[in-house]
C-alpha cells in the first residue's frame, strides 16, 4: 500500500512555544489530507481536513488558530500546534486520501509532549 | 451526526479461540465501513472494508458484512492467533474523500 510518513516521530517542547509536525504522502500525491489526534485509550478524533491549495475545514470544538494547518503542496501537509499547552499533550496522526484506491493511508503518528 | 460504538475491552482469548468484536455505527445516508488494527508501535493499517450493504470484508482470515438492517460491521475471525494482539478500531466514512468516525478501539490480547 501507499506509505505516509510523518516528522517528528515524537517531540517534548515547554509551554507556550510552537511545534510544527510535517506529514509526507512519499509515493502518491494527495489533494486531500486529514488530522487526527489521540488521547490514551481514546479514539481518534478527526480535528480538520486539509485540501491542497485552499484552507483547511476544521471539525466542530477544534480551533483553528491553535492548530494551523497548511497544505501547500500534493504530497506535504504540515500542523502548527501554536502557544502549546500541556492539555495540547497528545498523539497527532495524520492521513492521505489516495483516489485511486479511494483509500486513506495512515501515518505512524506524532507524540506531542508538552511541559 | 456520524458515530461508532464498539465493545469495550480488553478481549483476552486463547489462541485458536473465535474472535467476534461487535461494531454498529450512526450515520446519514449509506456510509463505507472499515475496520483498522494498530499493531504495538506501528501506525493504522487498514484490515478491511464493505462499501455497500451486504458486502462482506475479509483478509488476513478476519471477516466483516455490513449489515444496513442492523447497522452493524462485526468483525470476526474463525482461529485467532498469539499475533492477531493489537488495538482494532471499527470506523465509518459518509463520502469518498472525507474524514473517518472511529469507534474507541477494542484491545485484544491473544494467550498461546
Known amino acids: 500500500g501507499a506509505v505516509v510518513s510523518q516528522h517528528p516521530s515524537r517531540v517534548i517542547c515547554k509551554s507556550g512555544t510552537s511545534v510544527k509536525i510535517e506529514c509526507r504522502s512519499l509515493?502518491?500525491?494527495?489533494?486531500?489530507m486529514f488530522w487526527y489526534r489521540q488521547f490514551p485509550k481514546q479514539s481518534l478524533m478527526l480535528m480538520a481536513t486539509s485540501n491542497e491549495g485552499s484552507k483547511a475545514t476544521y471539525e466542530q470544538g477544534v480551533e483553528k488558530d491553535k492548530f494551523l494547518i497548511n497544505h501547500a503542496s500534493l504530497t506535504l501537509s504540515t500542523l502548527t500546534v501554536t502557544s502549546a499547552h500541556p492539555e495540547d499533550s497528545s498523539f497527532y496522526i495524520c492521513s492521505a486520501w489516495d483516489s485511486a484506491p479511494n483509500e486513506q493511508f495512515f501515518g505512524p503518528g506524532t507524540r506531542l509532549t508538552v511541559l | 451526526g456520524n458515530s461508532v460504538t464498539q465493545m469495550e475491552g480488553p478481549v483476552t482469548l486463547s489462541e485458536e479461540a473465535f474472535l467476534t468484536i461487535n461494531c454498529t455505527y450512526t450515520a446519514t445516508g449509506y456510509p463505507s465501513l472499515f475496520w483498522y488494527v494498530q499493531y504495538p508501535g506501528e501506525g493504522l493499517q487498514l484490515l478491511l472494508k464493505a462499501t455497500k450493504a451486504d458486502d462482506k470484508g475479509s483478509n488476513k482470515g478476519f471477516e466483516a458484512t455490513y449489515r444496513k438492517e442492523t447497522t452493524s460491521f462485526h468483525l470476526e475471525k474463525g482461529s485467532v492467533q498469539v499475533s492477531d494482539s493489537a488495538v482494532y478500531f471499527c470506523?465509518?466514512?459518509?463520502?469518498?474523500?472525507?474524514?473517518?468516525?472511529f469507534g474507541k478501539g477494542t484491545h485484544l490480547i491473544i494467550q498461546p
Open positions: 509515493d502518491f500525491q494527495a489533494t486531500t
Open positions: 470506523a465509518l466514512r459518509g463520502g469518498g474523500a472525507d474524514g473517518l468516525t
